[in-house]
């Protein structure tokens, strides 16, 4: 393609969206050998390596209690019912999420609440979800979407106002804070994944919850455990929610490296930055860089790009084309989707969503990506944004 100067260059290969075996191929022996341990243990449930994970998670998220669970899904759905969600009851969520945030709600009978986010951040915006609390509000999901932090001051003062409890979905955002303080101990109770794209990802599916409070680790242990307590005895219907000690060790080799790898995605997303103002798109009509809220410490778990007047699409096809992973987290909102129809939602409700939605597109932004492959994603959306111009010249 013919652009002015600015050439995509052909010496470096695809670039992935995300490519995990290259991190796991440097501990490849460490991670091994751990999970030859479990093996010749014969402990794959309860192994030391799942208190071992709980401990560490707990001291990154700064509470005193970590409890592993079998999915961030589950994380989620066992923080309402321990805290005892249920049908006719109402959960403020936002819509521009992955659908887990939402499901839970509706899996206890309860109502999913879908509250707009602020355009910059894309996380939940606090004067929508004030807008939305009524009566009947037992509990409140900010998401620290792409790994930075929802404003969990504004948020958790409203909650305590009026005594709603707030579960944090902290499923992207394992090692973010705000104000210093770590995502997971601001609300009564905090969610994370080790789903293999997420900042700390296993291999296969895992969860964690935090808390500071003692009888609520308690009871989401014994939820997570089939409500069953001593064996055999049934004091509630809880479910089968465990994380596998295979998981936790293979988990606890790279939580070891963990803040090397936030550390080279802050790194990454600086380069991206850089690499956009060297080509004039900083500041563009076309593209628009991801906001950086100044009291979030953010962990980049994605790189979003915003991309206006209907280019998202065709931007999109182009990096394909070009050999550019991508992905659009997330194409619809929670509050328009089919299973959620009954809700009585309809296109408008939520502006911000809805055009986030249409706009956002994710680049690659993975720990061992290299400088010259972000050179090159970058050169691609120049070459698009160019004879986007020039098309419409
Ligand atoms: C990944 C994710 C979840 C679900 O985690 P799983 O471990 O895949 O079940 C929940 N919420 C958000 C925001 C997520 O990104």
């Not at 991670?31 to 243990?41: G, I, R, T």
């Not at 449930?45 to 994970?53: D, T, W």
């Not at 049908?87 to 879908?114: K, N």
């Not at 990454?268 to 690499?275: D, G, R």
Request: aromatic share 8%; hydrophobic share 40%; with cysteine.
């Amino acid at each position: 393609m013919q652009t002015n100067g600015v050439q995509a260059t052909d010496a470096i290969p695809n670039v992935p969206l995300l490519d995990v075996s290259r991190s796991n191929q440097e501990i490849r022996e460490e991670v091994l050998q751990a999970l030859a341990e479990v093996y010749d243990s014969g402990r794959f449930l309860f192994g030391p390596a799942v208190q071992e994970l709980e401990a560490e998670v707990a001291r990154i998220s700064n509470t005193r209690f970590g409890v592993g669970c079998a999915s961030g899904s589950d994380a989620l759905l066992l923080s309402l019912m321990a805290l005892g969600v249920t049908a006719g009851d109402e959960v403020i969520v936002p819509s521009f999420t992955f659908f887990a945030t939402a499901s839970c709600v509706s899996r206890l009978g309860a109502t999913p609440v879908f509250a707009d986010i602020d355009p910059r951040t894309y996380n939940i915006d606090p004067n929508d979800i004030a807008a939305k609390i009524t009566g009947r509000t037992r509990a409140i999901i900010p998401v620290h979407l792409f790994g930075q932090a929802a404003p969990m001051d504004v948020i958790c003062k409203l909650a305590a106002e009026h005594e709603i409890p707030v579960v944090e979905d902290a499923a992207q955002a394992i090692g973010a804070a705000y104000y210093g303080r770590p995502v997971g101990s601001w609300g009564q109770v905090g969610c994370i994944s080790f789903y293999p794209t997420k900042n700390l990802g296993g291999m296969g599916d895992g969860g964690m919850l935090t808390t500071n409070c003692d009888i609520l680790a308690d009871r989401l242990r014994l939820l997570a455990g089939h409500g069953m307590r001593p064996r055999y005895y049934h004091s509630e219907i809880g479910i089968n929610s465990r994380l596998d000690t295979y998981q936790a060790a293979g988990l606890m080799v790279k939580i070891k490296r963990l803040q090397g790898y936030t550390l080279a995605r802050q790194k990454n997303a600086q380069n991206y930055i850089q690499l956009f103002r060297d080509r004039g798109l900083a500041v563009s009509e076309m593209v628009e860089m991801p906001y950086v809220d100044s009291s979030a410490h953010h962990v980049w778990n994605q790189f979003s790009l915003r991309v206006r007047d209907g280019h998202r699409d065709g931007m999109r096809q182009y990096l394909t084309q070009q050999g550019v992973g991508t992905e659009v987290y997330y194409p619809v909102p929670l509050h328009l989707q089919e299973c959620f129809q009954d809700l009585g939602y309809s296109t408008g409700y939520l502006p911000h969503t809805e055009r986030a939605a249409k706009e956002i597109l994710h680049l690659p932004i993975f720990p061992e990506l290299t400088f010259d492959e972000q050179a090159r994603v970058v050169d691609c959306v120049a070459a698009y944004c160019s004879q986007a111009v020039r098309a419409a010249a």
